[in-house]
């Protein structure tokens, strides 16, 4: 009963996602950015004059992890904001008061909103990110040593944030728990930069702002180890260990122990977030 229930309420996220604005917004930027990365990529020749194919492929493996990041904050936007309305704004309208009056668990409409969140951020990371990485195929001639691993931890760091989304929207507004997800997930990225910058000075208590980050909210560990998969290998060994972490550079995949907090911290603030909801006046 309680899995037909979670299956049923994630098939309906779906649903309601694939109807609202926000996908036909994520889907026109993603065009635009597969567009523009299409033309820029195109003229990475024609502007630098005369690149081997191991300079193309260098130069394409950075700007990749640009465009990359581009794509990550176009589903984390996606994924924040949908989120809210899934939860906080059917409180808002009464429908779940309409479904809950019937037998079924709090935890498991929420477990099942979640699983279509996910559901529909890790296909639009697959599909988006796979078209992105067939343009830099056909422009450069460059493959990234573990697509696949990268996509996931994109998918990975869209989950993370959404998840944080439901836990916001518990508590206050659909579209505040969006912008306070947002600002978060700019925040942390911010503070790896800092972070970063103090491990090149080799400052351990800025660097140890990045470490912190890391762990109080996943997405810029997650997006790091994105990064490291799709980085051509050539390019590290040229840069060594001088120049450290960079906002697009990453010298070291992510660690398991840090893959399994990750985890980890998802399924904590599901937990906190189906507690806040099994609370929650409707």
Same mark, same amino acid.
């Given at each position: 009963?309680?899995v037909?229930?979670?299956l049923t309420?994630?098939?309906?996220?779906l649903?309601?996602a694939a109807?609202?604005?926000?996908?036909r =917004?994520?889907?026109?930027m993603?065009?635009?950015?597969?567009a523009?990365?299409?033309w820029?990529f195109?003229?990475?020749?024609?502007e630098? &004059? !005369?690149?081997?194919?191991?300079e193309?492929?260098?130069? %394409?493996?950075?700007v @990749?992890?640009?465009?990359?990041?581009?794509l990550?904050?176009?589903?984390?936007?996606?994924?924040?904001?949908?989120? !809210?309305?899934?939860?906080?704004?059917?409180v808002?309208? %009464?429908?779940?008061l309409?479904?809950?009056a019937?037998? #079924?668990?709090? =935890?498991?409409?929420?477990v099942?909103?979640? @699983?279509?969140?996910?559901?529909?951020?890790?296909?639009?990371?697959? +599909?988006? %990110?796979?078209?992105? @990485?067939?343009v830099v195929r056909a422009?450069?001639?460059?493959w990234p040593?573990?697509p696949a691993? !990268?996509?996931?931890?994109?998918?990975?760091?869209?989950?993370?944030?959404?998840?944080?989304? @439901?836990l916001l929207?518990?508590?206050?507004s659909?579209?505040?728990?969006g #912008?306070?997800? +947002? %600002?978060?997930?700019?925040?942390?990225?911010i503070?790896?930069?800092?972070?970063?910058? &103090?491990?090149?000075f080799?400052?351990?208590?800025?660097?140890r702002?990045g470490?912190v980050?890391?762990?109080l909210l996943?997405?810029d560990g997650?997006w790091r180890?994105?990064?490291?998969s799709?980085?051509?290998p050539?390019l590290?060994?040229?840069?060594?260990s001088?120049?450290?972490?960079?906002?697009f550079?990453?010298?070291?995949?992510?660690t398991a122990?840090y893959v399994?907090?990750?985890?980890?911290?998802?399924?904590?603030?599901?937990g906190?977030a189906s #507690?806040a909801?099994?609370?929650?006046?409707l």
């Amino acid at each position: 009963m309680i899995v037909r229930t979670v299956l049923t309420v994630a098939a309906l996220t779906l649903r309601e996602a694939a109807r609202r604005r926000v996908l036909r =917004s994520l889907i026109g930027m993603t065009v635009v950015l597969l567009a523009l990365s299409a033309w820029g990529f195109s003229r990475l020749d024609a502007e630098f &004059g !005369g690149l081997t194919s191991g300079e193309a492929k260098v130069a %394409g493996s950075t700007v @990749l992890n640009l465009v990359m990041f581009g794509l990550s904050l176009i589903a984390a936007l996606g994924t924040a904001f949908l989120a !809210g309305p899934t939860l906080a704004g059917e409180v808002e309208s %009464g429908t779940s008061l309409a479904i809950l009056a019937r037998p #079924i668990r709090r =935890s498991a409409v929420l477990v099942g909103k979640w @699983l279509g969140l996910a559901t529909f951020g890790s296909v639009f990371v697959a +599909v988006a %990110g796979l078209s992105q @990485l067939l343009v830099v195929r056909a422009t450069v001639d460059y493959w990234p040593p573990a697509p696949a691993t !990268g996509l996931a931890l994109l998918a990975a760091e869209t989950t993370a944030l959404f998840t944080l989304g @439901l836990l916001l929207s518990t508590a206050i507004s659909p579209m505040a728990s969006g #912008i306070v997800a +947002v %600002g978060l997930f700019g925040a942390t990225w911010i503070a790896g930069v800092v972070g970063s910058v &103090g491990e090149a000075f080799g400052n351990d208590s800025v660097a140890r702002v990045g470490t912190v980050s890391r762990m109080l909210l996943p997405t810029d560990g997650l997006w790091r180890g994105a990064m490291n998969s799709f980085q051509d290998p050539a390019l590290l060994r040229q840069i060594g260990s001088g120049i450290g972490e960079s906002p697009f550079l990453s010298m070291a995949p992510l660690t398991a122990a840090y893959v399994a907090w990750a985890g980890l911290w998802v399924a904590l603030i599901l937990g906190l977030a189906s #507690i806040a909801f099994q609370r929650r006046d409707l």
